[in-house]
């Protein structure tokens, strides 16, 4: 019952995305900071109002132009953390290496020795040791 209450006030809202998890992150650090430099805390109320105010918020235009704006910054880094994630993962089986000419990333599987490698960006042909 008080979750349909819920969903009917959020109807038509704007609700939640990376962007506000992002911020509500932020301020709980700066929360915490706050405990040894008091403005922090300050920083942190405004984050966690505008944050709240993102979410109620029915100016859907607006807080996807917000949205845009950070994903500009944050896609970036969010892949080059997956990147470094499936890269450790895959450690053992594949070694990764960049093209000499177009920087292309490149993988190849380990234990094969030197290998003669193509890439596929470029087409140059180059050897490696796996």
Not at 8 to 13: I, K, S, W
């Amino acid at each position: 019952m008080l979750f349909q209450k819920f969903q009917q006030f959020m109807y038509g809202r704007y609700g939640g995305d990376k962007f506000s998890l992002f911020l509500l992150a932020v301020a709980i650090v700066f929360s915490f900071l706050g405990g040894l430099f008091w403005p922090l805390s300050l920083v942190a109320d405004v984050l966690l109002i505008y944050t709240i105010f993102r979410m109620f918020s029915r100016n859907y235009t607006a807080r996807q132009r917000e949205y845009a704006v950070f994903m500009k910054v944050w896609g970036p880094v969010e892949n080059w953390f997956r990147f470094q994630t499936r890269r450790f993962k895959e450690r053992k089986t594949y070694k990764y290496f960049h093209c000499p000419t177009c920087k292309q990333r490149l993988r190849a599987p380990r234990g094969r020795g030197k290998i003669q490698v193509t890439c596929q960006n470029c087409h140059n042909v180059f050897q490696t040791k796996t």
